[in-house]
């Protein structure tokens, strides 16, 4: 259903965009009944679009794919630091920064506004991955400066313990006094 509704979008918007009426994004926008709804659209600016098109259609579909094709943290990574300066921040290189008792914490994003960190929850131990979730509380609870952001990935699981032992990892991180997203709604709050 929701491949049908999305091709359904892609000729109305081809159709439009490609006639000679004038086409405006913004009146496009559209709210659906249920699940579905769009919010303004987000710009992003590009050399390649095939590229941008094929790097979100990862990212939001990301079962659509094989595992080896599926977006990696890293991918990730370089997505939200695309839309962070396409959004006019500035990125900072050094993304170590020495802690509170001169401890070396790393992030993978850091602007003068926010410092982020991914987790990557799907396909993965999560029992093994609760101290690792107690590290980034803590430096939440402890964070100077900036806005601290988890931003993870995590598709619900059929086995009800994995889905168990992720509530547990999000109780944790949502303690830290950070804001803890998804990845989805990561990049719509950055933009």
């Known amino acids: 259903m929701v491949k049908e509704l999305l091709k359904q979008i892609k000729e109305d918007v081809e159709g439009t965009l490609f006639s000679y009426d004038s086409f405006d994004i913004d009146d496009y926008v559209k709210f659906y009944i249920n699940d579905f709804w769009f919010e303004k659209p987000k710009q992003i600016v590009y050399e390649d679009l095939t590229e941008v098109l094929d790097s979100l259609y990862k990212t939001y579909f990301r079962f659509e794919f094989d595992k080896a094709d599926r ?54 131990d999560l029992n093994k991955l609760v101290n690792n979730a107690k590290t980034w509380a803590w430096n939440g609870k402890h964070n100077e400066g900036s806005e601290l952001i988890l931003i993870y990935r995590y598709s619900e699981n059929l086995d009800v313990k994995y889905n168990e032992e992720f509530n547990v990892i999000m109780n944790i991180l949502n303690e830290s006094g950070a804001k803890v997203m998804n990845i989805e709604s990561g990049i719509n709050n950055l933009q």
């Open 71 to 124: 977006p990696t943290k890293e991918d990730d990574r370089k997505m939200v630091s695309r839309i962070l300066r396409d959004s006019g921040k500035k990125l900072i290189n050094e993304r170590s920064i020495i802690g509170k008792y001169n401890d070396k914490v790393t992030y993978d994003i850091v602007t003068d506004d926010y410092k982020i960190k991914f987790f990557d929850f799907d396909n993965k």
